[in-house]
C-alpha cells in the first residue's frame, strides 16, 4: 500500500516562496547597469516597410541589424500587427517606451487577410511570396463513407465554430539576459529552457559565445503559450553580449495579447449520418485551421495540432467511417500555437456536438446516444485513423457516472417547472496526453541526509514538485518535508525538455522514480560492501539499512559512498514510447435568463479516469481551474480583429476571461479504472476539464432554450437572438 502517493499533501513545495511574496519572476531581477529594451511593433497587420528611422544617438537597432538566424522580426514585410521591426536600449524602462515611439517608420499598407473565408479564396495573399494561403493540407480516409451515407437513417449537416481565444497567462512574456564576456545567462519566463538553451547556442555560437545557461525563475501561468522560443528572448539575448550590458525586457498586456500566440481557430464543415438507432456511422467534412501569420516551422508545429483533431474526431466512439480534409490556412493574425489541449479540446468539441444535435435530431437523450455509440474497452487498441488509446472502461466509467447524470436532469426538470430556462450538458473527454520522447532526472542524497530532486521538466504553477517529492518520499521511505525539488535551471541537469500535454507527472515523474530505484539500489551496494554481508541480507525501511543490530542511515551511507568513490546521486532519462490517454466523463446544470440572454453554471460533475492519482489535491485544482478554463470560451472568450488586422480585444476591458464571481461548484471524482503503463501508472489531467467543459456547457445552454448552437462564445447577446428566433 502505497505511504505518499495517493495522498492530498498540500504544496510543500511551492507555496510557500509565492505566499510570502519571496518567489522571483523575471520582472523582479535588475543587476547594476541593466539597459530596458522596448520593441517597436508594426502598426498593421500587413504592409511593407520601407524604412526604419531610429532617434539620433539612441542606442536603437532595426532588424537588419540583428541576426538573420532570428526569424519572426519583420525584416522588410510586416504580417500581422504587433510584429517585432526594432528594439531601443536605455538605463529607464519608461524611457525606452518613449524611445520606441519616436522611430519612424515608413510602411506600404497591403491588403490585409483577416476573414478565413477570404483567405480560401486567395484573392490577396497573407505574405507576399505566398502562392497560395493554404499552407498546409492532409487528408483522413477511414471506411466507406460513401456506403454508410447511403444507409443512414438521418443526416445532419452544420458548420461548427471553435473560436480564437488568447492564453491569458497573468504573467506576460520577458526576459533578462546578461553577458560577461564570456558566459551568457538568461532568464524567461518560459516553458522551455532547455529548447532555448539549444536555439541560443545555434544563433549565437558564430560570436563566440560557447557557455549558455537559461534560468526559468517562476513563471506566472503560461497554458502552452510559453512552450515555444520567441524572437524577443533571442534579440535580448543578442544584445547582452553585443552591448556588454545586461538586458532586460517584458512585454505590456496589450503587446502580450497581440503577440503571444493565440490559440484554437478550428472550424468543421460536416455532414454526419446516423441510424435510426442514433449510432453514428460517418462523418465527413472539411476542417479549416486558421494559423495565423505565415511563419513555416511555427505553421507546420501548430499544423500537429490539426491532424490531431482530425485524426480524434472520432472520440471514444465506434465511427464506420470517416472522410476529412484537413487545411491550414495563413491569414494577417497573430500566429496559433499549443493552448491547454492543443487539437485535442477542438475535437472534442466537434465531435461532442454532433452527437448532442443528433440526438436532438433523433428525439434521443444526450446521455443514452453516447451510452449507444462508446467504444468497447481497449488495451493499447489502434483506431482506423492511426492513433492508439493505451486502456479505458468507457462503458463502465458511463454506468458509473449515470446517477449523477439523471440528478442533474431531476434538478432542471424541477427549475423547469417553476418557469427557469435550466440545461444540463455532457461530454466524453477525447484525449492523449504524456507525450515523449523523454523525460530526465537527477536524485541525490546530500551530505545531511536529505533526498534532492533535480526535473528537467518545468513545472510553472501545476504543483508538479509536490508531487516529485511524494515519488521520491516513496521510494526512500522517508518523511516528504525531507525532500527537496528544483527545476528550470539548465546548470542542474545536463538535459531537460517542457512542461505541456499533461505529461509531467506521468513521464517526469516516471523519471524521478527509476532515479530513485536506482540510487537506492547504488546505496544499497556501498552498504553492503561497507557492512560485508550481501545486499539481499538487508533490510530497507524508514530511511534506514538494517542488517541485524547493523544500521545504516541515508546520510552515513551518501558520505560511505564518496569515500567508495561512487556519488550518491542518479540521473535518469525515462524514454516515453507512446502516450497515454485519460478520459473522462464531464456533466454540468445551468440556468439561463431568458430577459438578459446571461447564463450561469449550476453545477459541474467530473469522472475520470486518470490512472494512479499521485496527489488528489493538485488534480482536483487542476480540474477546477480547467473547468472554469473550458467554459471560459464557452461563454466568454474570443479574440476579435477588425477588417484592417487591428486586435480589438488587446486587454482585459475589451478580452473577457471567467472571474472568481462566474465559478461554480465542481464535484471531482477519478476512479482508476486503468492505468498507464509507466512506473507511476498515471495518465495525465491538466487538460481534461478545459477539453470537456467547453462543449458540455454548450449542449446545456443548447438544452435550455432548445435552439441549435453552432458558434462560440454563446454570449447572451446571441442567446437573446436564438430566444428571438
Known sequence: MPKYIGKPLKRIIEDPPLVTGRATFV????????????????????????????????????????????????????????????????????????????????????PSVIDVEEALSNKERAMSELESNIVLQDEVNVGDIQSDFKRAYKIIEGELINQRVIPSAMEPRGAFAQFDGKRLTVWSSTQTPFDLKKSLSEILSEYGVNDIRVIQPYVGGAFGSKIINYAEEFVVAYLSVVTKRPIKWFNSRTEDMMTTNHGRDMRL????????????????????????????????????????????????????????????????????GAYRGAGRPEATYFIERILTLGARELGLDQYEVRERNVM?????????????????????????????????????????SKGKLAGVGVAIVSEIASFGPYSTAKVKVLPNGRIQVITG??????????????????????????????WGDTDLISDGDLTAGSRTITVGGSAVYEAAVRLKEKLLKVVSEKMGVRAEEIEYREGKF?????????????????????????????????????????????????????????????????????????????????????????????????????????????YVLPTAVESFNVEWKSFGLTKSDTPIGSKGIGELPTIAGTPAVVSAIEDAIGKKIYTMPVKPELVLKLLGE
Open 27 to 110: 520582472y523582479d531581477l535588475d543587476l547594476r547597469g541593466t539597459l530596458y529594451a522596448s520593441f517597436v511593433r508594426s502598426q498593421y497587420a500587413h504592409a511593407k516597410i520601407k524604412s526604419v528611422k531610429c532617434p539620433e544617438g539612441s542606442m536603437c537597432f532595426t532588424s537588419h541589424d540583428l541576426p538573420k538566424a532570428i526569424t519572426g522580426i519583420a525584416r522588410n514585410e510586416a504580417v500581422y500587427q504587433g510584429q517585432p521591426i526594432a528594439v531601443v536600449l536605455t538605463n529607464d524602462e519608461y524611457k525606452a517606451r518613449d524611445l520606441a515611439e519616436e522611430v519612424e517608420v515608413e510602411y506600404e499598407p497591403l
Open 269 to 336: 464543415r460536416f455532414k454526419a449520418a446516423f441510424d435510426s438507432e442514433g449510432k453514428l456511422l460517418g462523418i465527413e467534412g472539411t476542417l479549416i485551421h486558421d494559423l495565423g501569420a505565415p511563419f513555416e516551422d511555427i505553421n507546420r508545429d501548430s499544423f500537429w495540432m490539426t491532424t490531431t483533431a482530425a485524426r480524434l474526431l472520432i472520440g471514444r466512439y465506434k465511427v464506420n467511417s470517416l472522410k476529412i480534409r484537413v487545411l491550414g490556412v495563413a491569414t494577417n493574425k497573430a500566429f496559433i
Open 376 to 416: 468497447d474497452d481497449v488495451n493499447f487498441t489502434k483506431l482506423p485513423t492511426g492513433l492508439t488509446y493505451d486502456s479505458g472502461k468507457y462503458k463502465e466509467l458511463l454506468r458509473i457516472a449515470k446517477p449523477y447524470y439523471n440528478d442533474l436532469i431531476k434538478r432542471r426538470d424541477s427549475l423547469r
Open 457 to 486: 521538466t518545468t513545472p510553472h504553477g501545476q504543483g508538479d514538485a509536490t508531487a516529485f517529492t511524494q515519488i521520491a518520499a516513496e521510494v526512500f521511505d522517508v518523511d516528504p518535508s525531507n525532500v527537496d525539488v528544483l
Open 546 to 654: 538494517i542488517h541485524e543490530d547493523k544500521t545504516m542511515s541515508l546520510w552515513e551511507a551518501a558520505r560511505t559512498s564518496m569515500f567508495m568513490g561512487v556519488l550518491p546521486e542518479q540521473d535518469y532519462s525515462y524514454v516515453m514510447n507512446l502516450y497515454t490517454s485519460p478520459y473522462g466523463v464531464h456533466m454540468v446544470l445551468v440556468e439561463v435568463d431568458r430577459d438578459t440572454g446571461f447564463t450561469r453554471v449550476l453545477d459541474y460533475k467530473a469522472f475520470d479516469d486518470v490512472g494512479v492519482v499521485v496527489n488528489p489535491l493538485l488534480a482536483e485544482g487542476q480540474t477546477h481551474g480547467g473547468a472554469l478554463q473550458g467554459i471560459g470560451q464557452a461563454l466568454y472568450e474570443e479574440a476579435v480583429y477588425s477588417q484592417d488586422g487591428n486586435l480589438l480585444t488587446s486587454n482585459f476591458s475589451d
